[in-house]
C-alpha cells in the first residue's frame, strides 16, 4: 500500500521545515490545493477530502504542512497545520471576506453558490449572512430563460457540531432561552462567550466549569440548560487543547440526547466527539476513543433522524480507525 511506504520512508528522515501550500474550497464537491482538483467523493464532505489530502502530502514529504484555507463560499479564511504524523491544527482565527459566487465551470462547483459556514476540520466558523445567489450562475441563467418554473432550491446544510457552537459564541445577537430557567443563566454565558471571543480561554474554561456546577445544582443533571453548557465546555476544552476532554464531555452528552430521543441534538454532539477525536494524536488513545464513538454513531444511524441521512461522515471516522490500526502496529514494533 502506498500509505504503509509513505510511513516508512518518513521513519527513517528527519522532519523537514514546513512547507506551504494554498488552498481554495470552490464549492460543496470541489476544490485545489496549490492548483491541484481535489473533489469530494459521494457522501463525503469538501473538508474532509482537503483534509485527507494535506495529510497525505504531509506525511510523502516527511514535513508539516501549512495551508491557508480560502473558502469562497463560505466566505472564510482559517489558517491551518497538518504535521507529518497527519495530525492538524487551526494555527490562527478565521477571518472573515465576503463571499464569492463561483463562475459558471469553476472545477468540482457541484451546488447552488449559497454562503454556508464550513462543516468539519478548518476550525470554528464565523456566522455566515446574507441571500444566497443564483444557483444556476450567469451564464446558465439566459440559457435556461425560456424553460418553466423550477425545482426549489436545496436547503442549506446546518451547522453541526462545534460549527453550530461556534456560530452561537461568534455571534453578536442576544443568547437564545432555550428552556426554562435561562434567563438565570444570560450573564455567566455572556461572559464565558465575551471571554472565548476575546480568546481568553483559560478564563473561559474556569467559567464555564463554574456556571456548569452551578446550573447542575439548580436544574439537575439532564436539563436541557446544563446539556447545553456541557456542548459549550467542550468547545472551549477544544479550543484549549484538550481533545480527549472535548471527546469525552461531547460523547457524554450525545448519549444523554440520545436517551432523550432527540436525534438530531445527539448527532451535533457526535460530529462534535468525532472533530475531537480527529486530534487525539496517540494511536492507542484514539482507537480506544474510537471505538467508544463508532458504536454510539452506529446506533444513532440504525434510527432516524439526520444521522441515518448522512452516511459518509460516519464511513470517514471508520477509514480513520484503519490507519490508526496501521500506526499503532508499526509503533508497537519499533517498540
Known amino acids: 500500500m502506498a500509505g504503509v511506504s509513505f510511513e516508512k520512508k518518513r521513519a527513517r528522515q528527519p522532519v523537514g521545515p514546513a ?13 485545489s490545493v496549490d492548483g491541484a482538483s481535489v473533489v469530494a467523493a459521494p457522501g463525503e464532505e469538501i473538508q474532509q477530502a482537503v483534509l485527507d489530502h494535506l495529510q497525505r502530502l504531509a506525511i510523502s514529504v516527511g514535513a508539516p504542512i501549512r495551508a491557508t484555507v480560502h473558502d469562497d463560499l463560505a466566505g472564510c479564511v ?15 482565527k478565521a477571518v472573515r471576506v465576503n463571499p464569492r459566487p463561483a463562475a459558471a465551470g469553476t472545477p468540482g462547483t457541484t451546488q447552488a453558490p449559497t454562503a454556508q459556514p464550513p462543516t468539519g476540520q478548518f ?37 453541526r457540531g462545534f460549527d ?3 456560530e ?30 476575546a480568546g481568553r480561554i483559560d478564563t473561559a474554561a474556569e467559567l464555564a466549569d ?8 439548580v436544574f439537575g443533571p439532564r436539563h436541557a440548560e446544563v446539556l447545553h453548557l456541557l456542548e459549550l465546555s467542550a468547545y472551549i476544552a477544544y479550543l484549549a487543547g484538550d481533545p480527549v476532554r472535548a471527546f469525552r464531555l461531547s460523547l457524554d452528552v450525545a448519549r444523554l440526547r440520545r436517551q432523550a430521543r432527540d436525534g438530531e441534538a445527539a448527532y451535533d454532539n457526535v460530529r462534535s466527539a468525532a472533530t475531537a477525536w480527529r486530534a487525539v494524536r496517540d494511536p492507542e488513545e484514539g482507537l480506544r476513543l474510537g471505538r467508544d464513538l ?3 454513531w452506529t446506533d444513532l444511524t440504525a434510527e432516524p433522524g439526520p444521522a441515518a441521512d448522512d452516511p459518509g461522515p460516519l464511513e470517514s471516522a471508520r477509514a480513520r480507525m484503519v490507519r490508526l490500526t496501521d500506526r499503532a502496529a508499526k509503533a508497537a514494533a519499533r517498540s
Do not use: C, W, Y
Open 294 to 296: 463508532i458504536d454510539l
Open 164 to 166: 453550530a457552537v461556534a
Open 123 to 159: 476550525g470554528p466558523a464565523p456566522v455566515m449572512d446574507g441571500p444566497g445567489t443564483d444557483p444556476q450562475g450567469p451564464a446558465a441563467h439566459s440559457a435556461l430563460a425560456a424553460v418553466p418554473p423550477e425545482p426549489p432550491a436545496p436547503a442549506p446544510t446546518p451547522a
Open 78 to 92: 482559517v489558517p491551518l497545520e497538518v504535521s507529518a504524523d497527519g495530525s492538524s491544527r487551526v494555527t490562527g
Open 19 to 31: 512547507a506551504a501550500v494554498s488552498v481554495r474550497v470552490f464549492g460543496a464537491g470541489g476544490a
Open 210 to 217: 463554574r456556571t456548569l456546577a452551578e446550573a447542575t445544582a
Open 168 to 197: 452561537e459564541v461568534l455571534g453578536d445577537g442576544p443568547l437564545t432561552e432555550t428552556a426554562e430557567g435561562a434567563k438565570l443563566l444570560t450573564e455567566p454565558m455572556s461572559r464565558i462567550n465575551e471571554a472565548v471571543r
